[in-house]
């Protein structure tokens, strides 16, 4: 089955390669336009069927551009004959840059945070003060549970998360009777909580990144905008799944009690921690005021805990490089769709500009929904943000709403309501595997939130237009 | 190649069929082999890591014809190749001196005394198995129906 697989995804390129430019119904196609499109195949096939891990693929992207596309590469590929209608070559400087791009950084400061807050267990103990107010209705303690995974999975990853507030929540889950829907609830509330909370800050979840890397210049979102409204919305739909869960599944148990087992550390290094991460925080709050954008203040926290030891030579190496060069993968492939000139083309040889600008925004938004329910919610990014970025900025009839902004957040907010499927997310896959939640009781909540959710999405985008914000 | 094993030793076929039943739930994820006796199983071993397979689990009992499981899983515990290969003591006869041998020298993870019951034995395994697997960064994912579910909480926990 897998070679099969593997096979499909290198033969389909090949035939693409090999394909003579003309039978394209693009035109003026280059020869490296063309190798873009058969590169492009090939990362939705591997991404789409997985023959290979996702990280690996985004390798395989870059180091691909680099001998098929570069001004370095192979010299077969560099256009010995002079051909016309080649195309441009792509500078492999930039190619590099993309392991090491702001973004990319971005996210490794917030590695930094997470693996720092863990390490000194600041995570365990602001569960459980903030568990506390929430008393031992399993309504009331669901509500409570979702809210501190919402807020940690905007500043940790999204799994990380989920198996902590699982491990949490698993003692309490055996205590239930057979039977008890309640269970199904609890559950199901902690992998729901997790992907909706990544929306709420830019650091939340990998395709936030993306999103930032198609917001440039007169469209870029500091971290403090994007969280004006990436909290309200993380707020309604935490309410919305909450209402939800506890209508479909509610618990006959009246109470239960989650026991958290931890203490603050009161050493120099916790203290540095805990205001290192609020520091952070505040700093990436009031960038209008110092005048740090979110990519250098990201650094602060690398350089702090490198330096006083927090994080050491053993914790770097568990730094998640899959994560990070999934993402960069991502950006290279945007790369060469936009520098040779593709993604554009490709946009235009489709009358985008004769469709209604709502049905494009809700197509695309629609798309990335389903994608994101079967594949990895980066990958879907990686695939159709650097489309929808040309999408934005060439079909003139959009910029009425909100142009490339309102396209790309849309569809950011849409990636991570893909969970209707424990194999959606890793976080679902770890509630499934508890065995409290099955597969149809999964699909029935992820369907009606991912739904719900792009409505939602509208709406506060469509207020965002209102208010003058994009 | 990569393909995980648990190994199993006892010199009684009773045992042996037992133990077969008891970990049946890994048999579509993990090669299950059964061996008769430190030799067999010695060899089972080489081979399979010459094929670039992993020893996930050892089980073995401790009173047997030939070499004793203590020094079987010493010998183990002593042998680079399966540093990371979790070992399991099942004996009903072993002496409080053959214990304190099997914790000191063989490093035993577990301890677990003849008859055993049934759910405790495969949990125990399981929950090895999901140690071996990501203190090895094997890809849990395809593990995902047989992990121990609080073990790789713990792990993703601080590795994600």
């Given at each position: 089955m897998r070679s099969i697989k593997l096979l499909a995804c290198i033969a389909v390129p090949m035939l693409i390669l090999f394909?003579?430019?003309?039978?394209?119904?693009?035109?003026?196609?280059?020869v490296i336009e063309k190798r873009v499109i058969a590169l492009f195949v090939m990362a939705a096939l591997f991404w789409v069927l997985e023959p290979i891990p996702i990280y690996a693929t985004s390798v395989l992207i870059i180091v691909l551009e680099l001998i098929m596309l570069s001004d370095n590469g192979l010299l077969i590929f560099r256009n010995p004959g002079k051909a016309e209608g080649f195309g441009e070559l792509l500078d492999y400087k930039a190619i590099f840059a993309t392991f090491a791009s702001p973004i990319i950084l971005l996210f490794l400061g917030g590695f930094f945070l997470a693996m720092a807050a863990t390490k000194f267990r600041l995570d365990q103990n602001l569960a459980r003060i903030m568990l506390k107010p929430f008393g031992n209705k399993p309504k009331n303690v669901m509500l409570g549970l979702m809210i501190i995974t919402a807020v940690f999975s905007m500043f940790m990853s999204n799994t990380a998360t989920t198996a902590m507030m699982l491990s949490i929540l698993a003692p309490v889950l055996a205590l239930?009777?057979?039977?008890?829907r309640g269970k199904t609830a609890l559950a199901l509330s902690i992998p729901l909580a997790a992907n909706i909370g990544g929306i709420g800050t830019p650091i939340g979840t990998p395709p936030n990144a993306i999103a930032l890397k198609y917001l440039t210049g007169d469209q870029a979102i500091s971290f403090g905008q994007w969280m004006s409204f990436g909290i309200p919305y993380v707020v309604i739909m935490l309410l919305i799944g909450w209402i939800l869960l506890s209508a479909w599944y509610p618990a006959a148990t009246t109470s239960i009690r989650l026991d958290i087992k931890s203490s603050f550390i009161k050493s120099g290094k916790a203290r540095i921690v805990y205001i290192t991460f609020i520091g952070t925080i505040l700093l990436w709050l009031t960038d209008f005021i110092h005048g740090m954008n979110s990519y250098v203040i990201a650094m602060i926290p690398v350089a702090v805990f490198i330096t006083t030891g927090i994080i050491t030579k053993d914790d770097l190496k568990k730094i998640s490089w899959d994560v990070l060069w999934l993402v960069s993968g991502g950006i290279a492939l945007g790369l060469a769709m936009e520098k040779s000139g593709l993604a554009r083309n490709l946009v235009n040889s489709?009358?985008?500009?004769?469709?209604?600008p709502y049905i494009i925004v809700a197509g695309s938004s629609l798309l990335t929904l389903i994608m994101a329910n079967f594949m990895s919610h980066t990958a879907t990014a990686n695939l159709l943000m650097p489309i929808l970025a040309a999408l934005g900025t060439s079909v003139g009839n959009l910029t009425g709403m909100g142009g490339v902004t309102t396209l790309i957040l849309t569809a950011t907010m849409a990636a991570s309501l893909g969970?209707?499927?424990?194999?959606?997310?890793p976080p679902n896959a770890l509630a499934h595997g508890t065995g409290a939640v099955s597969t149809s009781n999964m699909a029935r909540v992820g369907v009606v939130i991912g739904l719900v959710g792009l409505v939602i999405a509208f709406l506060t985008i469509y207020i965002l237009r209102l208010v003058n914000f994009i | 190649m990569d393909q995980l094993y648990i190994v199993y030793v006892d010199d009684q076929r009773e045992i042996l069929s037992t133990l077969e039943k008891d970990l049946k739930l890994f048999e579509a994820h993990v090669r299950l082999e059964a061996c008769e006796s430190a030799s067999e199983a010695m060899q089972l071993i080489d081979e399979l890591d010459r094929a670039g397979d992993h020893l996930a689990v050892l089980i073995s009992d401790h009173i047997m014809p030939g070499q004793s499981g203590i020094d079987f899983l010493t010998a183990i515990n002593n042998d680079g190749r399966f540093f990371t290969t979790k070992k399991v003591l099942l004996t009903g006869q072993a002496t409080h001196k053959d214990t304190i041998l099997a914790i000191?020298?063989?490093?035993?993870?577990k301890y677990i005394e003849k008859p055993w019951k049934s759910k405790e034995f495969t949990e125990s395994i399981q929950q090895l198995l999901t140690q071996f697997i990501v203190a090895n960064g094997i890809d849990y994912t395809a593990y995902q129906a047989i992990v121990h579910q609080p073990t790789l909480w713990a792990y993703l926990q601080k590795n994600t």
């Open positions: 394909l003579p430019t003309e039978l394209f119904p693009v035109t003026g196609l280059t239930f009777p057979a039977g008890d489709i009358p985008f500009a004769s469709y209604s969970m209707s499927l424990p194999i959606s997310t | 000191n020298n063989a490093r035993i993870e």
